[in-house]
């Protein structure tokens, strides 16, 4: 089956540090990745759409500044979230999907935890 | 906003009875897919049912879609403490010009031995 994987799995970090969430897809090529949030108890939202190469496609209301994402390979996007702070506190899960736009068939990571100190 | 919304919000069993979850949902879709989470955990994929589908069977899951109500069912059945997890639906639709999967609030399981 398809592995994605994700890194790290937890961190923890202080108020205006920035961090960096690796999202790899380990047996297959991922065209497009996806960016989710999910808060406690909350369902995932979906944050941004990267396809390899080009801009990603931030959902209304995500600070594409804010929330910075790179999909420079076909194995490879990351999520860095700049100065963070308490609220950015979250559960970060990545998904990755072989064919460009494709949303059928998503593969997920096991997700980031981000706590802001 | 999200495009699923399910309900319970929160189911408890015993072990061996039959848990049903709903999921309903505001626009056309391509299809529809069953996820399961575990506490902290990432997302299984359960099953997906297409839209031109109107029931589809996986080991103990059920799945149902009448998408001229817009909504859809999954049963367990003969339940087990390990189906013990979260239960998000996920739309897979056009929004905003290019298909995304739109999650459901989610049913939070606890089935008791």
């Known amino acids: 089956g398809a592995v994605v994987s994700q890194h790290p799995s937890r961190v923890i970090c202080k108020s205006g540090t920035s961090v960096k969430i690796e999202c790899r897809s380990l047996?297959?090529?991922?065209?497009?990745m996806f960016w989710y949030r999910q808060f406690p108890k909350q369902s995932l939202m979906l944050m941004a759409t990267?396809?390899?190469?080009?801009?990603?496609?931030?959902e209304q209301g995500v600070e594409k500044d804010k929330f910075l994402i790179n999909h420079a390979s076909l194995t490879l996007s990351t999520l860095t979230v700049t100065s963070a702070h308490p609220e950015d506190s979250s559960f970060y899960i990545c998904?990755?999907?072989?064919?460009?736009?494709?949303?059928?068939?998503?593969?997920f990571g096991p997700g980031t935890r981000l706590l802001v100190l | 906003s999200q495009q699923g919304e399910e309900d319970p919000q929160a189911l408890s069993i015993q072990e061996g009875e039959n848990a049903t979850m709903n999921c309903s949902y505001k626009?056309?879709?391509?299809?529809l897919q069953w996820y399961r989470q575990n506490s902290g955990r990432g997302l299984v994929h359960l099953i997906l049912?297409?839209?031109?589908?109107r029931e589809k069977h996986s080991g103990r899951l059920r799945v149902t879609l009448d998408t001229s109500k817009k909504s859809s069912s999954l049963l367990i059945t003969a339940s087990r403490a390990a189906d013990t997890a979260s239960y998000f639906c996920?739309?897979?639709?056009?929004?905003?010009?290019?298909?995304?999967?739109?999650f459901g609030a989610g049913t939070r399981l606890a089935v008791h031995p």
């Open positions: 998904s990755a999907a072989r064919l460009a736009g494709a949303s059928e068939t998503q593969y």
């Open positions: 047996d297959f090529q991922a065209t497009t």
């Open positions: 990267s396809n390899e190469g080009s801009k990603a496609t931030y």
């Open positions: 626009t056309s879709i391509n299809n």
């Open positions: 049912i297409r839209s031109n589908e």
């Open positions: 996920a739309t897979d639709a056009p929004v905003g010009g290019y298909n995304k999967l739109i």
